[in-house]
């Protein structure tokens, strides 16, 4: 015997039709009762706040030196992380007395778990798709839960503003000793830079050099006119006077030059005099490239001391400041409509699903009575032998 069926559309529409009064007073019931059951759970009202945290981060302003006041995903993640700690649901379980509210008895460890588990469950906080954040607390009473959000808001600034007290402290201290730092090191640029000029006697590159190149070129276009007089009065056999002058004027012209190259000694037949001059090519040649080196450091030191100190300002402006931590988007209303239960969606629920058990159930029964067990049992037991 086959005892196999092949349940078509029109089969199945057969099978409820036949069994249409207990398949509809199964929805009537489930309807009903759904219905009833609804009517019992009390109504919940979400009240709601968009916020961002601030900036309480190292780099308070950007590369323009432009203030930025909203925090970015670690401020936001912080945020997220002290709305999970069990720090602010004792706050908030304390501050509005939810063992009593939720009825629970918190004599015992567990009566304690279960009051933390169920305000978790009606608060909720989350990023939304505008990079901020948003805060929702469910109650029985809309003017409660306004006032939990209200709560919930000061008390994740409080701990917003206690977690990122050390860090500012850290910013300032990293300021003050950057600053120190630089005054320390601009103070031994500069006495390194004094140093050098006594001893090279160079005060202002640029000038000097320009005076050194000027002088040097003069001397030598003079000894070198001198020369050229002296070689024509011997030529010409001229007076004894105006040699012995020009032989003086050449003398005094190669000494200059000498002094300007750095050799400090005069020869003078027997006799040696030294001289001393400022004005040492040599001597500007040796120290020019340090002095420049410190100048330029003691500039930029000078700049970077700026620089922090212009940034240390705007950081104590706003990190010490009264600002608030938390910068609300949309502030907090009482809500006048209920967000839970949906009594519609519930009924509508437990039709389609008392529909679905039902027609599963007379598809079943419609397949059992079908069946001849009697015939089925002897085939087993023919099997057997």
Not at 131 to 137: A, P, T
Not at 172 to 200: C, F, N, P, V
Not at 246 to 257: D, F, P, W
């Amino acid at each position: 015997m086959d005892n196999s069926k092949n349940y078509s559309l029109l089969h199945i529409v057969g099978t409820a039709y036949r069994w249409r009064k207990q398949l509809l007073i199964l929805i009537l019931t489930a309807a009903i009762g759904s219905a009833a059951i609804s009517l019992l759970l009390p109504n919940y009202y979400t009240a709601i706040a968009v916020f961002v945290p601030t900036n309480e981060e190292q780099k308070l302003f950007d590369s323009g030196g432009n203030l930025s006041l909203y925090g970015g995903d670690d401020a936001i993640n912080r945020v997220l992380v002290f709305s999970e700690s069990s720090e602010f649901t004792q706050f908030m379980v304390d501050s509005f007395k939810l063992a009593e509210r939720y009825d629970i008895d918190v004599s015992t460890p567990k009566g304690q778990y279960q009051v933390a588990k169920q305000f978790k469950k009606l608060c909720d906080v989350q990023r939304n798709k505008f990079s901020g954040l948003d805060l929702s607390i469910q109650d029985k009473d809309p003017v409660q839960s306004a006032l939990m959000v209200k709560a919930a808001l000061n008390k994740i600034e409080d701990l917003y503003r206690s977690a990122t007290a050390p860090n500012k402290e850290m910013i300032k201290a990293t300021y003050e000793k950057s600053i120190q730092d630089r005054l320390g090191d601009l103070k031994e640029a500069s006495d390194t830079l004094a140093k050098l000029r006594r001893q090279y006697n160079i005060y202002d590159v640029g000038k000097q050099s320009e005076a050194l190149s000027s002088m040097l070129t003069s001397t030598e276009s003079k000894l070198i006119s001198q020369q050229a007089r002296l070689f024509s009065y011997i030529k010409n056999k001229g007076h004894k006077d105006s040699i012995i002058v020009t032989k003086a004027r050449i003398a005094g012209a190669e000494q200059r030059l000498s002094m300007l190259r750095g050799e400090e000694t005069f020869i003078w037949g027997r006799d040696s005099i030294k001289y001393e001059t400022s004005m040492n090519i040599y001597a500007f040649n040796k120290g020019r490239d340090q002095i420049i080196f410190f100048e330029d450091k003691r500039a930029n030191l000078n700049d970077e001391i700026s620089f922090f100190n212009e940034q240390f300002a705007k950081f104590k402006a706003h990190a010490y400041s009264n600002v608030a931590s938390i910068i609300l988007l949309e502030p907090v209303e009482v809500p006048n409509i209920k967000s839970y239960p949906i009594r519609s969606l519930i009924v509508i629920g437990s039709v389609l699903l008392a529909t679905f058990l039902g027609m599963a159930g007379i598809l079943f029964m419609d397949i059992y009575n079908k069946i001849n067990w009697k015939e089925v049992l002897h085939e087993k037991s023919t099997d057997r032998s």
